[in-house]
């Protein structure tokens, strides 16, 4: 019988009874909590985003992530938000917006729930007849298998007795296949033509008849209809268009020649439930020649809103050093990777030809990095590392990319 250890998770979940599984995906969904050093505009600006996300999901086919993530706006918008202390500051104007957004998401999330709830009860009830199967051909085979040592018992048994006629002791291998010159073994002769074949089955020979029910394959039987395993630690694909850095690179010459960091927004869709980046943001900003600072940010977010982009990470120079990441690009990481886990930070060292696609470490970097109450450049320990150069980006050389220049 196959065990636990090695059955496919998907069978796991179709054991789970229907409204546990939904009860998991409320957990997942529940995961958001909120930093008070990261301005909570920038969570009522990540809260179109997941919702941006979740219709994305909705549209194709993928309900178990929309309905993830319309729970992590309504956990976010309805509960947590108000904990932070600068709730009040909040504009009217945007916590309006956040309400009506939040009347139109309750709904679609109750609805996502049934038609989940009807999802998981058709793959439940298919994983007990599944087992069921399962259980009567382990059955049958259980049986086949004890008929079997049963009947070689026998055989074995009457091969002895009719062996123990012909001599006192029975004949090992190695005097069954002795040549036909062998002297006689207790006085009996054998015929020449039984020492020169092999032995030959007995005349009752026993064949096994199948079972009546095939063995069942749990790998591909239930995988056939089972929805996608959902896992919170996954990070979904980032597509990075390979023109977009000599494009940046171009952008930002000016600035290089005269030692001054450039940054700008990695902007994109989610499609196919991969990240698309399809736009390069520069805003107005102010740069020195190991930071730049970002302003007007209304202006960033009205474009990314006209055309309903997600935000997906940044991208900055280094004029005259290596690339990696800063104390400072750490907490400016840290906080689009708070809000977009799969966020990344692209630094252009154009002095040293080099690029890198970092991010915080997530197992200690990204709580870390929050938790630093420090601005300014200060120093951070190396070990563990708090960044690392990330796996989760793929380079397309076909893919078009826009460069948007809000400085003009």
């Not at 729970?71 to 947590?80: P, S």
């Not at 940046?248 to 450039?262: C, Q």
């Not at 007007?296 to 990470?313: C, V």
Request: proline share 9%; glycine share 4%; hydrophobic share 35%.
């Amino acid at each position: 019988m196959q065990s636990n250890e090695k059955r496919p998770k998907t069978m796991d979940l179709a054991s789970l009874e229907p409204a546990m599984r939904v009860k998991q995906l409320a957990n997942f969904g529940a995961m958001v909590e909120v930093d008070p050093n990261v301005p909570p505009r920038r969570y009522y600006r990540s809260g179109l985003e997941m919702v941006r996300m979740a219709n994305v999901y909705l549209a194709e086919g993928s309900l178990e992530n929309a309905y993830m993530l319309y729970l992590k706006f309504m956990t976010l918008f309805l509960e947590k938000i108000r904990k932070h202390p600068e709730y009040v500051s909040v504009p009217s104007d945007v916590k309006s917006v956040n309400q009506a957004m939040l009347k139109e998401v309750m709904p679609k999330a109750e609805k996502l729930k049934q038609k989940l709830l009807e999802q998981y009860t058709k793959e439940h009830a298919h994983y007990k007849e599944y087992e069921e199967k399962r259980k009567i051909a382990e059955a049958a085979k259980r049986k086949q298998e004890q008929e079997d040592a049963k009947l070689a018992q026998r055989l074995q048994a009457d091969e002895n007795r009719q062996d123990g006629h012909t001599g006192p002791h029975l004949l090992n291998a190695e005097e069954w296949a002795v040549s036909p010159s062998a002297p006689p073994v207790d006085g009996v002769l054998y015929p020449d033509d039984f020492a020169s074949e092999p032995p030959r089955a007995p005349p009752h020979s026993y064949h096994p008849t199948p079972p009546l029910i095939p063995p069942s394959r749990p790998d591909t039987g239930m995988n056939s209809f089972l929805s996608p395993l959902v896992s919170e630690r996954r990070l979904r694909p980032v597509l990075v268009p390979a023109a977009l850095l000599a494009r940046f690179l171009a952008l930002a010459a000016p600035n290089t020649a005269r030692n001054i960091e450039l940054c700008g927004i990695l902007a994109g869709i989610l499609e196919r439930d991969q990240l698309k980046i399809t736009h390069v943001v520069v805003p107005k900003q102010s740069g020195t020649p190991d930071s730049c600072v970002t302003n007007n940010e209304e202006e960033i977010f009205h474009y990314q809103d006209q055309h309903n982009l997600i935000t997906l990470g940044w991208i900055h120079t280094h004029p005259t050093q290596t690339a990696f990441l800063s104390s400072v690009d750490l907490h400016t990481q840290c906080s689009y990777q708070l809000m977009m886990p799969e966020a990344i930070a692209i630094v252009c060292a154009p002095k040293y030809n080099e690029t890198g696609y970092f991010a915080l470490t997530p197992d200690y970097g990204t709580q870390f990095i929050a938790n630093c109450r420090q601005t300014g450049f200060h120093p951070h320990p190396n070990d563990p590392p708090l960044f690392y150069t990330v796996t989760h980006i793929r380079l397309d050389n076909t893919a078009p990319v826009e460069m948007v220049d809000l400085r003009r």
